[in-house]
């Protein structure tokens, strides 16, 4: 549905748009000034409604990865700087101490629901202050956890204490404020609510009528990151280049899946991959195989990783063999127990670049020169052209399609992203542009000259 309503709507404000630039009798100017801006709220509701949609039907999912919270706090600072400076409002900043640097958290779904309360708060607020402020706890049980909080706080208009539940849902606002005043759709804040609670959290609210209001996050054990996470760069260019000697693995893990992704992740290596789904059966792999590197889950049933590692590690034969053990605890109290039985350890959910990074220091390996890794990049990159694009292409110049033209610049922009490839980028960009203002003699040269571009 989001197609079918967008498509429609980039027309309308593109050749808007154009017209603008292009009129200059003031009685026509106004007039379309005002489908302009009439388009553009029409667009941000259904952006809302879609997003709303897709949260209640369970079709989105959190994605995490490694945040850096000072970051995006500033990021949301530099967003709003020059409103804050129009309308003479304070700004403060409030962030603990040595708040830990890398989380592991949902970078955009966070930079969103901090977008809509700030903007909130800016649209509230005539004078005085805003203030958006972190602090944490570590957890109780687990010291590789911590609980978040974080406020957003203003000196605004407040909200009446009968609507400050009914704010949080679909459409609501606060009666008597005129929409032309305000605007918005009295969807932000549901979305925001959905969000932290698919994120493991809660929102509250505070607020007191001509004094201001107080929106408090409250987010739950929230992972650390050990400081030495790679940057994602690092870890492109670790995998990318290393490649390692032939080697015997053995992988005792009692999750098939587990199992399955490490695998994958060696999938083009010159390993003997073999498996265990418990600790006795990983000793019984152990002493067939003779491996280089056990892989090794502490918690399997029938016998767990601590005692298969002791059998192992009291066998003069098997002694040599290097353990990595794979835990899924991240409290600090376990770690002396860990590095006993193992050469090192590795935190669930473990990542390519972190096992490549503890496979160098026990396998020989050598560099793959960055040309060569670019040449098998180059190679991947056809082949998936080749399988991706080409029949879009083909079935394009027998016939122009709209919604095909579309798959193909997201199909290009897609591959540009995972192959950082900059022709690939231009071409969906200028497909995009050509689409935009229906530029059909455009798209059909774009088309035709794919081939010839690649
Ligand atoms: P809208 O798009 O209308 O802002 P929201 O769901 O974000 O939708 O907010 C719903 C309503 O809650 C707003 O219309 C406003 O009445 C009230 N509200 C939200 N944040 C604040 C705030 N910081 N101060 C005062 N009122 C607020």
New binding site residues.
């Given amino acids: 549905m989001s197609h079918e309503i967008r498509t429609p709507m980039n027309a309308i404000l593109g050749f808007s748009e154009i017209l603008l630039s292009r009129v200059k009798d003031p009685k026509i100017i106004k007039p379309l000034k005002t489908i302009s801006s009439s388009g553009n709220s029409l667009l941000r509701l259904i952006n809302d409604i879609l997003d709303l949609s897709k949260i209640e039907a369970g079709k989105f999912d959190i994605q995490y990865s490694q945040v850096n919270l000072k970051t995006v706090f500033q990021d949301i600072t530099n967003i709003f700087q020059h409103k804050l400076q129009e309308r003479r409002l304070d700004f403060i900043l409030d962030i603990q101490k040595d708040i830990p640097e890398s989380l592991l958290m949902d970078g955009t779904r966070l930079r969103q629901v901090l977008t809509?309360l700030v903007g909130?708060?800016v649209?509230?607020t005539d004078e005085g202050y805003i203030k958006l402020a972190v602090n944490y706890k570590y957890s109780n049980s687990n010291k590789g956890l911590l609980n978040l909080k974080i406020r957003v706080e203003?000196s605004?208009?407040?909200?009446p204490v009968k609507d400050q539940k009914t704010?949080f849902e679909a459409f609501?606002?606060?009666a008597g404020?005129k929409n032309e005043q305000?605007g918005?759709?009295?969807?932000?804040?549901?979305i925001t609510k959905r969000l932290i609670e698919a994120m493991n959290g809660t929102i509250n609210l505070e607020s007191e009528v001509g004094k201001g209001?107080t929106f408090n996050i409250e987010l739950k054990n929230v992972e650390i990151l050990s400081p030495g996470a790679v940057t994602k760069e690092a870890a492109d260019f670790i995998q990318d280049s290393i490649k390692f000697k032939p080697a015997k693995i053995v992988i005792a893990d009692d999750i098939e899946y587990n199992r399955d992704l490490i695998k994958l992740f060696f999938d083009n290596s010159d390993f003997e991959i073999f498996e265990a789904e418990n600790g006795a059966d990983a000793v019984e792999q152990v002493r067939k195989h003779k491996p280089d590197i056990l892989l090794l889950d502490l918690k399997m049933p029938v016998m767990n990783g601590y005692e298969a590692a002791k059998i192992i590690r009291a066998d003069e034969n098997l002694k040599k063999i290097k353990i990595v053990v794979l835990t899924a605890s991240a409290m600090k109290e376990d770690e002396p127990a860990i590095r006993k039985i193992g050469d090192s350890y590795l935190k669930k959910p473990v990542t390519k670049s972190s096992i490549i990074q503890e496979f160098m220091k026990y396998l020989p390996y050598e560099t793959v020169g960055l040309v060569e890794s670019k040449k098998i990049t180059d190679e991947k990159l056809v082949a998936q052209i080749n399988t991706d694009v080409l029949p879009l292409i083909d079935e394009l110049i027998k016939k122009q399609s709209i919604r095909k033209l579309e798959d193909l610049a997201q199909i290009c922009l897609k591959l540009s992203t995972s192959f950082k490839n900059d022709i690939l980028t231009d071409f969906s960009k200028q497909v995009s542009a050509a689409l935009e203002c229906y530029n059909l003699d455009e798209l059909e040269k774009l088309v035709s000259n794919f081939k010839e571009m690649i």
């Fill in positions: 809509n909130n708060s649209k509230f203003d605004g208009i407040g909200i704010i609501t606002q606060v404020q305000f918005g759709t009295g969807l932000g804040l549901s209001s």
